[in-house]
């Protein structure tokens, strides 16, 4: 299961509010 950040790009389970380095 992944989150979506700021951008709506899927990223791995993380806290809120980090953004994918990949993104």
Do not use: C, Q
Not at 3 to 21: E, F, M, Y
Request: hydrophobic residues 30%; glycine residues 14%.
């Amino acid at each position: 299961m992944g989150l979506n950040d700021s951008s709506g790009t899927l990223v791995a389970p993380k806290p809120k509010g980090l953004i994918d380095p990949n993104t």
